[in-house]
């Protein structure tokens, strides 16, 4: 591993998905030795034969990226960026400890909350991986975006001086991290905006108009701002990129997952009906209820985000879930 003070030199990316896929060539075009460990057999088998990854199929990988479906192999590098879903978090984590060296940190790059026992991904990959250097990235940024070379800022959050030398590691000329060390706060940010994407999504698959959109993302963050304020967060990190920002990303554009699933709900879909490339991949809806008890748990109301879980559950019609929210009492702002 590197001087303390200075940048990672190998970086290991564990998961070829969309996400995983655009960091490994963020980190390669920062100038670090990039490893990119693929889970499933046949993208390896794919992307070994110059057919690329259809998880990212526009993406050229560079010839000089190293391509592993050996999981001990990856592990060996300075600095591990975990890029699973969180609903796996735990499990892979699980998988992982062993291969772990002292000190070596690992990156969690998931965003949600485990169903079950509310934990926000940090807390989780805490407790799985008790004696690890933990961080967290997280922000506004679409694969494509990052795949192709696009301005992209991101916060990564961790305690003492990891953020920086992370920082360090994979900043390059268009990808910025922002260093924090509120793990909280971002992890929560990555994790809420999603449930509030689906909701715009939904406003917009109702055609109730921008006017309706903008307030229901303005009441959105509202909500967000709150729970964060209970669990401790900073309210500068909810303000920022890896909260508001991501959160406008999100809820704004239809290449978000979880803005295209609120929209084909708006339009009178079940859940079961959503289109099976979107359904299991926007985290928005395992995240819904998760979100809905972990803030329960907390003493915090959260009426957006309960109505979407209801909505999503099939508890709630579509009319009624935009009614409840219509109909609550007009209070300060």
């Given at each position: 591993?590197s001087d303390?003070?200075?940048a990672?030199?190998?970086v290991a990316?564990l998961g070829?998905g969309?996400w995983?896929?655009?960091?490994?060539?963020?980190?390669?075009?920062a100038?670090r030795?990039t490893?990119?460990?693929?889970r499933?057999?046949?993208?390896?088998?794919?992307?070994?034969?110059?057919?690329g990854n259809?998880?990212?199929p526009?993406?050229?990988l560079?010839r000089?990226?190293a391509i592993?479906?050996d999981?001990e192999?990856?592990a060996?590098a300075d600095?591990l960026?975990?890029?699973?879903?969180?609903?796996v978090?735990?499990a892979?984590a699980?998988?992982?400890?062993?291969l772990?060296k002292?000190?070596?940190?690992?990156?969690?790059?998931?965003?949600g909350i485990?169903?079950g026992s509310?934990?926000?991904?940090t807390e989780?990959?805490?407790e799985a991986?008790p004696?690890?250097?933990?961080a967290?990235l997280?922000?506004?940024?679409?694969?494509?975006?990052?795949?192709?070379?696009?301005?992209?800022?991101v916060?990564?959050a961790?305690e003492?001086?990891?953020?920086?030398?992370?920082q360090?590691a994979?900043g390059?000329?268009?990808?910025?991290?922002?260093?924090?060390d509120?793990l909280?706060?971002v992890?929560?940010?990555g994790?809420?905006?999603?449930?509030?994407?689906?909701a715009?999504?939904v406003?917009?698959?109702?055609g109730?108009?921008e006017?309706a959109?903008?307030a229901?993302?303005a009441?959105s963050?509202?909500?967000?701002a709150?729970l964060g304020?209970?669990l401790g967060?900073?309210r500068?990190?909810?303000?920022?990129?890896?909260?508001?920002?991501?959160?406008?990303?999100?809820?704004?554009?239809?290449?978000?997952?979880?803005?295209s699933v609120?929209?084909e709900?708006?339009q009178?879909?079940?859940v079961?009906?959503?289109?099976?490339p979107?359904?299991?991949?926007?985290?928005g809806?395992?995240?819904?209820?998760?979100l809905v008890?972990?803030a329960?748990a907390a003493?915090?109301e959260?009426p957006?985000?309960e109505?979407m879980a209801?909505?999503?559950?099939?508890?709630?019609?579509l009319g009624?879930?935009?009614l409840?929210?219509m109909?609550?009492?007009l209070t300060s702002?």
């Amino acid at each position: 591993m590197s001087d303390s003070h200075n940048a990672f030199d190998r970086v290991a990316i564990l998961g070829a998905g969309a996400w995983g896929t655009a960091l490994a060539l963020a980190t390669h075009l920062a100038g670090r030795q990039t490893i990119l460990w693929v889970r499933e057999d046949d993208v390896l088998a794919d992307i070994r034969a110059g057919r690329g990854n259809r998880f990212l199929p526009e993406a050229a990988l560079p010839r000089d990226m190293a391509i592993t479906g050996d999981l001990e192999e990856a592990a060996s590098a300075d600095a591990l960026l975990l890029v699973v879903p969180a609903q796996v978090l735990h499990a892979f984590a699980d998988r992982l400890r062993p291969l772990l060296k002292p000190g070596q940190p690992v990156v969690i790059c998931a965003k949600g909350i485990e169903q079950g026992s509310g934990k926000l991904v940090t807390e989780v990959a805490a407790e799985a991986l008790p004696h690890t250097p933990l961080a967290i990235l997280s922000g506004p940024s679409f694969a494509r975006d990052v795949a192709r070379g696009l301005p992209t800022a991101v916060t990564i959050a961790a305690e003492g001086d990891l953020a920086a030398r992370l920082q360090a590691a994979l900043g390059g000329p268009s990808f910025r991290p922002y260093a924090s060390d509120d793990l909280t706060g971002v992890a929560l940010g990555g994790a809420a905006k999603n449930v509030y994407a689906i909701a715009c999504g939904v406003v917009e698959g109702m055609g109730l108009g921008e006017n309706a959109r903008a307030a229901l993302l303005a009441r959105s963050f509202a909500e967000l701002a709150r729970l964060g304020e209970a669990l401790g967060a900073k309210r500068e990190t909810l303000m920022g990129l890896s909260g508001l920002g991501d959160l406008v990303l999100t809820a704004t554009s239809r290449s978000s997952r979880n803005f295209s699933v609120g929209i084909e709900l708006g339009q009178g879909k079940s859940v079961a009906d959503l289109s099976e490339p979107v359904r299991p991949l926007a985290e928005g809806v395992t995240t819904a209820p998760a979100l809905v008890a972990r803030a329960k748990a907390a003493g915090v109301e959260l009426p957006i985000a309960e109505a979407m879980a209801d909505l999503l559950s099939g508890a709630l019609p579509l009319g009624e879930a935009m009614l409840r929210l219509m109909r609550r009492p007009l209070t300060s702002e």
